[in-house]
């Protein structure tokens, strides 16, 4: 069994910063993306940045230059490093993960969401 869960959300001040963890455990598995996306009250979920197993990075255009998304391999977690961050980025944030399990087809599993919001 997969789990994927996020962790780092919480109420940090505009031009603050935060840092968001997703960590994938469970069966053996190969990852191949993992992203975030986020949701906010009466908006569609977005993505928000996600990164290929070999690295390749894709970003928002409202992240851009602000946000950073890393990922350690060995741990098979993801972060999203937010700074600058402004009123408009408070919205529920969800991880993903691309995977397969053995031989099985490739699934995407999603990590329970984190609140971020940003206020004074």
């Known amino acids: 069994q997969v789990r994927v869960v996020a962790s780092g959300g919480g109420l940090v001040q505009p031009g603050g910063s935060l840092r968001l963890s997703c960590a994938a455990s469970?069966?053996?598995?190969?990852?191949?993306?993992m992203g975030w996306y986020r949701q906010a009250p009466g908006e569609q979920r977005e993505l928000v940045a996600s990164m290929s197993s070999g690295g390749s990075t894709n970003y928002a255009d409202s992240v851009k230059g602000r946000f950073t998304i890393s990922r350690d391999n060995a741990k098979n977690t993801v972060y999203l490093q937010m700074n600058s961050l402004k009123p408009e980025d408070t919205a529920v944030y969800y991880c993903n993960a691309d995977l397969k399990v053995g031989g099985n087809p490739l699934v995407t599993y999603w990590g329970q969401g984190t609140q971020v919001t940003v206020s004074s």
């Open positions: 469970g069966s053996i598995f190969t990852i191949y993306h």
